[in-house]
């Protein structure tokens, strides 16, 4: 494992290659994801077994088997979803950081990784706005970071009514625009929808306001999730107005910003994301449109309000999607 003998120096040439070709294609093919599980079976069959394979064979297979059968997030052909677009230069570092099997597992082990993400971090919560307590962490996605950081915003909830208020129900006021990882989130959670329907599709503090007093019963509120940038048409919620109505009712406002929290970085659109600044919790999705590989970043910050039974610091969350990652910073 550790030496470099003759079918290692084959490996690195054959991958190396391959590699350089993947990254000069020019225009990337679109490829096509969807395949007859049959016919993949067919193709694969005998990989995995007690005989051994001879690499450049299994490379084989690799190009002509598996990667066409990926649809290619990266070709200029493919408008559907919103996947990844990675830069050339951010793929290129991701096969380094590949090559170096680098983890940020903790700071004890992984000091220089971690203050990497750190830096990119800042950097995310300086351009939001958030205070400078605020940290984060890069998780798998922004599915799992909605989820994190509901998971906080309901646990503040519980901490906030007390025992008083035993095994309450707690809802989260959503769009319905909101993306399907905040409703399976809820479910998860065992939280409830308190979906507030806008006719433009865009939430706004007014319309939450109405909601809330027509339900009349805001104390089972939790949170408020605003989108700065849903899925289906790029709005970006009333942030700021939706962030008054949270403070109001003393609840979380979490931002999903996974799609459209990029935009924060463009001065032509950056006063679209006023309110911001308040957000609780926010999530940014970094390979989308960050130009980051899916194994690039993914952050989310996570803030706890003050304890009233002491001050307490913002909590800090990284980690990096399919690296590992881990809770580096959760003080
Ligand atoms: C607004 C929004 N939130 C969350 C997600 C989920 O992100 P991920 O696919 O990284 O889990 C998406 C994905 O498109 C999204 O558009």
Redesign the pocket.
């Known amino acids: 494992m550790h030496s470099v003998d003759a079918v290692t120096e084959q490996m690195i040439r054959s991958v190396l290659a391959y590699a350089e070709n993947r990254l000069r294609l020019d225009p990337v093919p679109l490829d096509r994801g969807s395949r007859d599980p049959a016919e993949l079976d067919a193709a694969m069959a005998g990989l995995l077994g007690d005989e051994p394979h001879n690499a450049d064979q299994v490379l084989g297979v690799y190009a002509s088997v598996v990667a066409p059968a990926v649809i290619s997030a990266d070709s200029p052909r493919f408008l559907g979803f919103?996947p990844a677009a990675p830069t050339k230069a951010s793929l290129l570092f991701d096969m380094l950081v590949s090559c170096a099997s680098i983890q940020g597992t903790s700071w004890l082990e992984a000091a220089g990784a971690i203050h990497a993400e750190n830096q990119v971090l800042r950097l995310i919560a300086d351009t939001a706005g958030l205070p400078a307590a605020a940290g984060g962490c890069f998780v798998s996605?922004?599915?799992?970071a909605?989820l994190s950081a509901l998971v906080v915003a309901r646990e503040v909830a519980r901490r906030r009514a007390g025992p008083a208020a035993g095994e309450r129900r707690w809802r989260v006021v959503v769009s319905e625009d909101a993306?399907s990882?905040v409703l399976s989130t809820l479910r998860i959670l065992d939280v409830d929808a308190l979906t507030v329907h806008t006719a433009d599709h865009r939430l706004t503090g007014d319309a939450v306001r109405a909601a809330v007093a027509a339900d009349g019963d805001p104390g089972s509120l939790a949170a408020i999730v605003a989108?700065a940038?849903?899925?289906n048409a790029g709005i970006i919620d009333d942030l700021d107005g939706l962030a008054g109505v949270a403070r109001g009712l003393g609840v979380w406002f979490h931002v999903?910003g996974?799609?459209g929290g990029a935009g924060l970085f463009a001065p032509s659109v950056r006063a679209r994301y006023a309110g911001i600044e308040h957000a609780d919790s926010l999530?940014v999705?970094p390979?989308?449109w960050l130009f980051a590989p899916f194994d690039g970043v993914?952050s989310r910050r996570l803030r706890l309000p003050p304890d009233p039974a002491g001050a307490r610091a913002a909590a800090v969350v990284l980690a990096v999607r399919a690296r590992g990652g881990g809770l580096p910073r959760c003080d």
Request: aromatic letters at 4%.
């Open positions: 919103i996605g922004g599915s799992a909605n993306h990882s989108t940038g849903t899925t999903d996974a799609y999530v999705d390979h989308k993914e």
